[in-house]
């Protein structure tokens, strides 16, 4: 069985204000004139695209991300303000190369880290910029083993048997290596701690955390599982998100 890849973008769009807030935040990292060709990593609905095209007035924007739900959408909402591309970041390829390179929530999606670092490198211009912030070490560790609990209880558990966990969530140490040995300079790393009360926890972890937990389950079973975990979260209901900041410069600028 071939692993899904797609989101429900609309329901992801409704519930992403968490995620819209950490983007703002890292934008102030990034340093634009207004012309540049920049790239957005994992482009999702599109809301975060659209803080970045207000950045480059005379530039353009790519947006990329493998999941065509979330490529459909952002490109419908920005029309062609952007180029939307449905692509895997490791194997990206854009038909020129990039300024910047911004990604917000999408990298611990990417099991291989070393790839999707090369790949990005290769899209950057020399001296072109990369900021992006994911999920880090220890990000929602007690909503993870809750999820992995339940899906080990009956009726869950004969469904997760050939089951892979979906996320990577790497130290800002090793992340900060991995950069390097992809070729970057300038590389800064750092993990931080944000917690998050979502508006509608059942949304939320509906489209969000238990993607892909939901994935392998028969129609009948998706709002059971989702209540138990709900029902065992307590209250009041609180992820513990943890994120990796990541500031890096391709080298020969
Ligand atoms: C939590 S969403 C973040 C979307 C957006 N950046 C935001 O901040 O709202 C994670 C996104 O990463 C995308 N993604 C996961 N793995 C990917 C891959 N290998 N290549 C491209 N996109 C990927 C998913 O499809 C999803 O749209």
């Not at 819209?20 to 790239?39: F, I, K, N, P, T």
């Not at 997760?160 to 979906?166: C, E, I, L, N, S």
């Not at 998050?196 to 926890?201: G, H, L, N, S, W």
């Amino acid at each position: 069985m071939t692993a899904s890849r797609d989101w429900d973008a609309a329901s992801y769009d409704r519930v992403s204000d968490p995620q819209l807030g950490w983007a703002r935040e890292q934008l102030e990292r990034l340093s634009l004139r207004g012309d540049e060709v920049v790239l957005d990593a994992g482009c999702g609905s599109g809301r975060v695209t659209a803080l970045l095209i207000d950045l480059v007035p005379q530039g353009r924007v790519y947006a990329v991300d493998v999941a065509p739900s979330m490529v459909d959408h952002a490109a419908a909402a920005l029309g062609d303000r952007v180029t939307a591309l449905c692509q895997d970041l490791v194997e990206l390829s854009l038909p020129e190369p990039v300024d910047a390179v911004f990604s917000n929530a999408t990298f611990h999606w990417i099991h291989d880290h070393d790839a999707l670092f090369a790949a990005l490198h290769r899209t950057l211009k020399p001296g072109g910029q990369l900021v992006a912030q994911c999920g880090g070490r220890g990000n929602i560790d007690a909503f993870r083993t809750l999820a992995d609990d339940i899906a080990g209880e009956e009726p869950f558990a004969p469904y997760f048997t050939d089951w892979k966990r979906p996320w990577n969530y790497a130290t800002d140490v090793e992340t900060a290596g991995r950069l390097k040995a992809a070729g970057f300079s300038d590389v800064r790393c750092w993990l931080e701690p944000k917690s998050v009360t979502p508006a509608d926890p059942r949304a939320f972890i509906q489209t969000v955390c238990l993607v892909r937990h939901l994935d392998p389950l028969p129609e009948e079973l998706r709002d059971p599982f989702v209540d138990r975990v709900l029902k065992r979260s307590g209250e009041p209901f609180v992820l513990d998100y943890v994120r990796l900041n990541m500031t890096a410069r391709m080298g020969g600028g």
